[in-house]
T-cell receptor, first 113, second 115 residues
Framework: DAKTTQPPSMDCAEGRAANLPCNHS???????VYWYRQIHSQGPQYIIH???NNETNEMASLIITEDRKSSTLILPHATLRDTAVYYC??????????????FGKGTSLLVTP | DTGVSQNPRHKITKRGQNVTFRCDPI?????LYWYRQTLGQGPEFLTY????????KSRLLSDRFSAERPKGSFSTLEIQRTEQGDSAMYLC?????????????FGQGTRLTVV
């Protein structure tokens, strides 16, 4: 699976949009971009995924650049409950490990009042 | 069904003891994964089941680690002769084969402390 690069930490004011970047310059054509988050002491939670088109759901929007070498997760109106570690994962579907996810260290997002 | 369930939530054991963790996946999910997470790191994939078949186990950390899913439903992860380095959060996740590119649902994890 392609390697991803994320900033280790970010801050965001409550009510503002949080834009979390991810670089995946070695992504292949059949690799998807997944975002998960992990709130302290809980298991990771799926947020969104995409291949090449921008995606939106009730939690977030995913913007993938045209060359697919980077993406941005957007939380449109961050709340204190969005404070978590956010993981960007690039994964072939499927692989020898089924749908196993290769987590990195992620971005620790702190939403402040 | 309320999601992936893991038991116990916390386990403290003495070095050298064996421990077993249980994972109950979402009922219609036939894929099950085990991960380990140490402090400050993202989860690390250990092993994967599709139904009762263990299709990937080369990432288990040592031969002290083993996992089973005998009837294709719940799974257990056993660590024999525990070491202090085994202290970590052990996470289980499940997903459905019926949906391509489906997300995995994670349990709350079992936190192991080896003293």
């Amino acid at each position: 699976d392609a390697k991803t690069t994320q900033p280790p930490s970010m801050d965001c004011a409550e009510g503002r949009a949080a834009n979390l970047p991810c670089n995946h310059s070695t992504i292949s054509g059949n690799e998807y971009v997944y975002w998960y988050r992990q709130i302290h002491s809980q298991g990771p939670q799926y947020i969104i995924h995409g291949l090449k088109n921008n995606e939106t759901n009730e939690m977030a929007s995913l913007i993938i650049t045209e060359d697919r070498k980077s993406s941005t997760l957007i939380l449109p109106h961050a709340t204190l409950r969005d404070t978590a570690v956010y993981y960007c994962i690039v994964r072939v579907s499927p692989s020898n490990s089924g749908y196993a996810l290769n987590f990195g260290k992620g971005t620790s997002l702190l939403v402040t009042p | 069904d309320t999601g992936v369930s893991q038991n116990p939530r916390h386990k403290i054991t003495k070095r050298g003891q064996n421990v077993t963790f249980r994972c109950d996946p979402i009922s219609e999910h036939n894929r099950l994964y085990w991960y380990r997470q140490t402090l400050g790191q993202g989860p690390e994939f250990l092993t994967y089941f599709q139904n009762e078949a263990q299709l990937e186990k080369s990432r288990l950390l040592s031969d002290r680690f083993s996992a089973e899913r005998p009837k294709g439903s719940f799974s257990t992860l056993e660590i024999q002769r525990t070491e202090q380095g085994d202290s970590a959060m052990y996470l289980c996740a499940s997903s459905s084969q019926l949906r391509r590119n489906t997300e995995a649902f994670f349990g709350q994890g079992t936190r192991l402390t080896v003293v």
